[in-house]
């Protein structure tokens, strides 16, 4: 498994001073992000070969957030490839080793030039190391959307929620979706399914639904389809 390590940051806490689920994916995501750019996979390489990993979905589970100054280790393991699409684990650990939360992913590689999927390269097959998958209760991809859903408040995507791929970025999806929660809600699960790509100017018109301490929000279009959903589960 990849790792490095951290310490949570005044920046990356709430108002109790414990990591925040946004913070929690930007260090998954930071964590992918130096594993390629440490492999020579990174941005520049994609670039060169005109080629994009989106991130297809995300099962989050959380056992404790960490609290602020606490010393963590971040890590990440991709474990299955198949044609265009990539699987990987990722695990937030305490500086002893103990798993305070775990997550998949599955990630498909697109040609940029037209938009369609693409075959691993050679380079990405002799260099990512897989490994075994993590243990953890495995979700399905796909979320259902329940029928009895309310409309909230859209939001325009502004140039924040870009990134370097000139579309929303996978954890703005979710950071938006979680402002429809309730106050004190604790996470104990994120799961998110990404439809299509949002970019600059886009309205995302928030469906949201919620029952049994379980709230799924779509991100959808002006026609209703949606762009992401994403589904949490409270502690």
Same mark, same amino acid.
């Given at each position: 498994?990849?790792?490095?390590?951290?310490?949570?940051?005044?920046?990356?806490?709430?108002?109790?001073?414990?990591?925040?689920?946004?913070?929690?994916?930007?260090?998954?995501?930071?964590?992918?992000?130096?594993?390629?750019?440490?492999?020579?996979?990174?941005?520049?390489?994609?670039? +060169?070969?005109? !080629?994009?990993?989106?991130?297809?979905?995300?099962?989050? =589970?959380?056992? &404790?957030?960490?609290? /602020?100054?606490? @010393?963590?280790?971040?890590?990440?393991?991709?474990?299955?490839?198949?044609?265009?699409?990539?699987?990987?684990?990722?695990?937030?650990?305490?500086?002893?080793?103990?798993?305070?939360?775990?997550?998949?992913?599955?990630?498909?590689?697109?040609?940029?030039?037209?938009?369609?999927?693409?075959?691993?390269?050679?380079?990405?097959?002799?260099?990512?190391?897989?490994?075994?998958?993590?243990?953890?209760?495995?979700?399905?991809? +796909?979320?259902? !959307?329940?029928?009895?859903?309310?409309?909230?408040?859209? =939001?325009?995507? &502004?140039?924040?929620? /870009?990134?370097? @791929?000139?579309?929303?970025?996978?954890?703005?999806?979710?950071?938006?979706?979680?402002?429809?929660?309730?106050?004190?809600?604790?996470?104990?699960?994120?799961?998110?399914?990404?439809?299509?790509?949002?970019?600059?100017?886009?309205?995302?018109?928030?469906?949201?639904?919620?029952?049994?301490?379980?709230?799924?929000?779509?991100?959808?279009?002006?026609?209703?389809?949606?762009?992401?959903?994403?589904?949490?589960?409270?502690?």
């Amino acid at each position: 498994m990849y790792t490095f390590e951290s310490r949570i940051r005044y920046s990356e806490t709430d108002s109790e001073g414990k990591l925040t689920m946004a913070s929690l994916i930007n260090y998954f995501q930071d964590c992918s992000t130096f594993h390629s750019e440490d492999l020579n996979l990174g941005v520049e390489y994609l670039k +060169k070969e005109h !080629l994009v990993w989106v991130l297809s979905s995300w099962q989050i =589970v959380v056992n &404790r957030y960490p609290a /602020l100054g606490e @010393n963590v280790i971040i890590g990440t393991q991709p474990y299955e490839v198949k044609g265009f699409l990539g699987y990987r684990n990722f695990a937030l650990m305490d500086k002893e080793g103990g798993t305070l939360a775990v997550a998949n992913s599955l990630w498909s590689l697109l040609d940029t030039d037209t938009g369609k999927p693409a075959s691993v390269t050679q380079a990405m097959m002799e260099g990512y190391e897989l490994g075994e998958k993590l243990e953890m209760d495995y979700a399905p991809r +796909k979320i259902a !959307l329940p029928p009895d859903g309310t409309e909230g408040e859209p =939001v325009l995507v &502004r140039k924040h929620h /870009l990134d370097t @791929n000139h579309h929303v970025n996978n954890q703005q999806f979710i950071h938006i979706a979680m402002d429809y929660l309730p106050e004190n809600l604790v996470v104990g699960q994120v799961r998110a399914e990404y439809k299509k790509q949002a970019f600059l100017d886009n309205v995302l018109i928030p469906y949201i639904s919620g029952r049994d301490n379980v709230y799924t929000i779509a991100l959808r279009d002006e026609e209703a389809k949606p762009y992401a959903v994403v589904e949490v589960t409270g502690k």
